[in-house]
């Protein structure tokens, strides 16, 4: 399994971003995806998952209601969409792959697979 992330950048606040993950190796099994981010300094937060089949996703608090992830199994592609930015949502963002439902979905030990990162930066 291989994820390569994209669509980070610098945004104003209260703008968007869409970040893609595009994930080899999960054409077959069930697998559940998903979002970290990490602040400078401190530990990997879980931002949002997903199962391949897109039938169930789950948010963090902080950014419920805000972000959206889905999934794209034609083109083997995660997405989250990222609205109405603020400065602390300025983090690096990593896409996250695991087969089968993880116990704790928030907790970055249940994922296999991780990508390389993107840099979200927030800021006027």
């Known amino acids: 399994v291989l994820l390569v992330e994209s669509g980070g950048g610098l945004v104003q606040p209260g703008g968007s971003l869409r970040l893609t993950c595009e994930a080899s190796?999960?054409?077959?099994?069930?697998?559940?995806v998903g979002w970290f981010r990490q602040f400078p300094g401190k530990e990997r937060e879980w931002v949002a998952v997903?199962?391949?089949?897109?039938?169930?996703?789950d948010y963090a608090d902080s950014v419920k209601g805000r972000f959206t992830i889905s999934a794209d199994t034609a083109k083997n592609t995660v997405y989250l969409q990222m609205n109405s930015l603020e400065p602390k949502d300025t983090a690096v963002y990593y896409c996250?792959?695991?087969?089968?439902?993880?116990?704790?979905?928030?907790?970055?030990?249940?994922?296999?697979?991780w990508g390389q990162g993107t840099q979200v930066t927030v800021s006027s």
């Open positions: 996250v792959a695991t087969l089968g439902q993880p116990s704790r979905w928030y907790d970055g030990r249940a994922y296999d697979y």
């Open positions: 190796g999960l054409s077959a099994g069930r697998y559940y």
């Open positions: 997903v199962t391949w089949n897109g039938g169930t996703t």
